[in-house]
């Protein structure tokens, strides 16, 4: 029989709230692939496509600044309820659009569904990023432990999301997978509205929204760096090179659209599930567990650099070739693959110390002000992905990423340890 009292105060809460936040970057992955396949079908160009994503991103930047405040002052609990609720309100708008409107029509319709969906995500986000903070046990390196996992666990969902997103669309359109998603998602709000159980914060009176941004230098320095390494991941991953796998495997036929959305969905999951099973495992990968603060910092460090020799091998490579070649999309998809893998590791590490050097009474004011810093990142991705891959294809695309994560390595650098 399982002893319940060694169980940490508000263990099943954090369960409940995970769980469901799993299922929301569900449905946020196959969103992403749904949306971005079905308009580049309808002929929407890559800077087009890219407006898509704009308000979602702009809207991730102002909603964790506001989500830190918003848990401080009602509780943890309230931020993913409103989450869940909003993503199937935007689920459910994005069904009624229609194939007859213009094409700035539709992309501001989209613009703005998409915007309240980035609204949802970071509003559930703050929930169980911060409730790793207060429930974790510090002992033997297991708040790295905990988040690793978590970050971990939530990418290899989203990867599934990216695979489910594509696999309905060839299945069954755009509009009967969104609102299928919409239907199992308002069945998980329900289910959390009905039964969560007690133990997370309910929140504090009082709370002044200016305690939002943090006087930590550590804080701030990090939040820099993460604009940086989310900027040159996105360059490439919005927009640039699903559409650049499409130009190379379609054939332009109803057949040959449905199976490269199979295989750009499956691409795209294989390196998000990648990507989170080295989060998820890179306490063990860093030996974080002997390790100091410090050390972790000047990790940090190292595989900021390690990272940018990926994309700069990428962007050589893109030159060589001049146009698409068998050997650069095989290329392309392993280097892509190590990105993914190094990747992790950065931002698992990132994902560490933001809450190593915030306190307890503070959390989520400082993970909203950090993940509104890795929103801030996306939005300059997801804007440089388009305008790049337009303007000089994939060698201005990948080299854009390459100055990008050095950017965040030198941003690392100005971090110190915290004095207890």
Known sequence: MTDSSARPKGLSAYIAVTAAYWAFMLSDGALRMLVLLHFHTLGFSPVQLAYLFVLYEIAGIVTNLCAGWIAARFGLTSTL??????????????????????????VVFVMLVQGASGVAKDLAKMSSKSAVKLLAPSED????RWVALLTGSKNMVKGAGFLLGAALLAMFGFVGAVLGMAAILSMILLAVLIAMPEGLPKGRKGTKFSEVFSKSANVNWLSAARVFLFGARDVWFVVGIP?????????????????????IGTFMAIWVILYGLVQANAPRILRAKDRSEASLINAA?????????????????????????????????FGLLVFGAIFAVNSSLHSYLILSFTKAERVTMDVGFYYMANAAGRLVGTLLSGLTYQAGGLALMLGTAAAMVAASAVTVGFLKPEKR
């Open 81 to 106: 309820y409103a989450g869940l609720g909003l993503q199937v309100l935007a689920l459910l708008a994005l069904a009624q659009l229609d194939p007859s409107w213009a094409v700035g029509t539709s």
């Open 141 to 144: 390196g297991g708040l790295f």
């Open 243 to 263: 559409i650049y796998f499409y130009a190379v495997l379609s054939d332009g036929t109803t057949e040959g659209n449905r199976a490269t959305f199979f295989m």
């Open 301 to 333: 460090r190292t595989w900021g650099w390690g990272l940018t020799a990926v994309p700069v091998i990428l962007t050589l490579a893109a030159i060589t070739a001049g146009e698409p070649q068998i050997w650069l999309t095989l290329t392309l998809v």
